[in-house]
């Protein structure tokens, strides 16, 4: 089995990116700034997480982390981080994301408090309106027949709110994140996943969530970031679970006295014990923010945040190009212009079919229409699912198994086969970036969803 990386080894290489530098661990995988080869001599920045390799023994998590991974690329939206693909090379999974040069909201909590400061009540307001915003987006986003993939986050908290020294605000980690159409990643009615501090009641006692539960804690995450304070208070887990489950939470304006009633009472209706109670939508809750906000800081915008990261981390608002090494088949960009596009943005990611466990065409590609991928098997330790899809966005592989292909599919295939073969190959091997091809990408990925459409349609 291999080991995973470690802080002293890098930079490393793993599969087609370089990790450069450690940015955090966890008990589940790690992550990593990572760095692939771009057009025009650029070097192109993402998030790399790794997953310890000992789940990729687990036949169930592995699964799981597929469904995880082929929710998470549906979701497009600025207050969401991006989830460009998931891969697999040397024993290990790995999941590639929009890098977000910045800080989360725990550790501006976290650093308020050293300095015994408060973060400014406007500031607080608009970060928890973007995360409404960008949760609003994914509990209405749809497939391609227009049924609603009910995705509820289940984890939303400080340290899953990203904010970027450029003043983004985005929500990430939809790793225990529930969908309707999602199968063996189904989260079991009685399982209790998530961090207790800002979990619903519902969710605390293992019962079916819904959107609310997030606004729920959207409330809970916006108490704790104006009075710099927990919630809840326990001394142990059963004393936590019981109070979370209670949910008596107190008006904010109790512990910070320049909060305005309206201000209290969008945090009190957030915070509601029953769902019924509370914002019908985030998406309601981020209009209520939004008129408090503009109550608190008429002209506010987001260089306020900016202003605020810049002095509460002074040494760390440098961003990443500090990572970036010249090397010897290409030299780093030496404008500022060219050191501030070194991200990844979505519309220049290409995955690379030989790894991707979410962009899986290979067999496809090769005219195999009856196997599975070829790296099904020997890589990831899955088996293709029995019988045809049932939803959109069922993995590839599953409807390389359901039947003949369109011909407007084999259309599209022929020419990414003809993309494939006119592009460099070292390119492409390295999962780096194209031209054209990653247009055709999407494409290709839009004929797919049409062709899985049309034949779960009733006929």
């Known amino acids: 089995m291999a080991r995973p990386p470690d802080a002293l080894d890098l930079p490393r290489r793993l599969g087609a990116y370089t990790l450069l530098h450690r940015l955090a661990v966890g008990g589940m995988a790690e992550v990593y700034v990572a760095k692939a080869r771009g057009l025009g001599g650029f070097e192109k920045l993402v998030a790399l997480k790794v997953i310890h390799p000992r789940f990729s023994e687990d036949r169930r998590f592995v699964q799981m982390l597929v469904e995880e991974a082929k929710l998470s690329v549906l979701l497009n939206h600025p207050n969401i981080v991006q989830t460009f693909d998931l891969g697999f090379t040397d024993g290990t999974y790995f999941i590639v994301m929009e890098l977000v040069e910045g800080v989360d909201a725990y550790r501006v909590f976290r650093r308020a408090n050293e300095r015994r400061k408060r973060i400014p009540l406007d500031l607080c307001v608009h970060m928890v309106g973007e995360i409404c915003r960008g949760l609003d987006y994914a509990h209405r986003r749809r497939d391609?027949?227009?049924?609603?993939?009910?995705?509820?986050?289940?984890?939303?908290?400080?340290?899953?709110?990203?904010?970027?020294?450029?003043?983004?605000?985005?929500?990430?980690?939809?790793?225990?994140?529930?969908?309707?159409?999602?199968?063996?990643?189904?989260?079991?009615?009685?399982?209790?996943?998530?961090?207790?501090?800002?979990?619903?009641?519902e969710q605390a006692w293992g019962d079916p969530v819904d959107p609310r539960s997030d606004v729920f804690s959207a409330g809970i995450v916006l108490h704790e970031l104006m009075c710099n304070r927990m919630v809840y208070r326990g001394e142990n887990l059963p004393q936590l679970l019981d109070a979370v489950r209670q949910a008596e939470v107190a008006p904010p304006?109790?512990?910070?006295?320049?909060?305005?009633?309206?201000?209290?009472?969008?945090?009190?209706?957030?915070?509601?014990?029953?769902?019924?109670?509370?914002?019908?939508?985030?998406?309601?809750?981020?209009?209520?923010?939004?008129?408090?906000?503009?109550?608190?800081?008429?002209?506010?915008?987001?260089?306020?945040?900016?202003?605020?990261?810049?002095?509460?981390?002074?040494?760390?608002?440098?961003?990443?190009?500090?990572?970036?090494?010249?090397?010897?088949?290409?030299?780093?960009?030496?404008?500022?212009?060219?050191?501030?596009?070194?991200?990844?943005?979505?519309?220049?990611?290409?995955?690379?079919?030989?790894?991707?466990?979410?962009?899986?065409?290979?067999?496809?590609?090769?005219?195999?229409?009856?196997?599975?991928p070829s790296n099904v098997e020997t890589q990831s330790g899955l088996h293709p699912s029995e019988g045809g899809a049932e939803e959109v966005g069922e993995d590839e592989q599953t409807l390389v198994q359901s039947g003949p292909v369109t011909p407007e599919i084999r259309a599209f295939l022929a020419e990414a086969g003809r993309a494939r073969d006119a592009a460099d190959i070292g390119t492409f091997e390295d999962a780096t970036l194209i031209d054209e091809t990653g247009e055709l990408m999407s494409r290709m990925r839009d004929a797919l969803e049409r062709y899985v459409a049309g034949r779960n349609r009733p006929s």
């Open 144 to 201: 391609v027949n227009g049924a609603p993939l009910g995705v509820v986050h289940r984890d939303v908290s400080p340290q899953n709110v990203l904010l970027s020294f450029g003043g983004e605000v985005k929500l990430t980690d939809f790793g225990i994140a529930k969908a309707t159409q999602r199968g063996v990643g189904d989260t079991e009615v009685g399982v209790i996943k998530g961090k207790y501090y800002y979990m619903s009641p």
């Open 253 to 372: 304006s109790r512990h910070r006295a320049d909060i305005p009633p309206e201000l209290d009472a969008v945090v009190m209706k957030a915070c509601a014990k029953e769902p019924d109670a509370r914002y019908a939508s985030a998406g309601a809750m981020a209009e209520a923010l939004a008129e408090v906000l503009h109550a608190l800081q008429p002209g506010f915008h987001a260089g306020r945040l900016v202003a605020l990261l810049h002095k509460l981390f002074p040494d760390e608002v440098q961003g990443v190009a500090r990572y970036l090494e010249p090397s010897s088949e290409e030299s780093r960009p030496s404008s500022a212009a060219a050191r501030g596009a070194t991200r990844m943005r979505q519309n220049e990611f290409r995955p690379d079919l030989s790894r991707s466990k979410v962009f899986d065409l290979q067999s496809i590609l090769s005219g195999d229409v009856d196997a599975p």
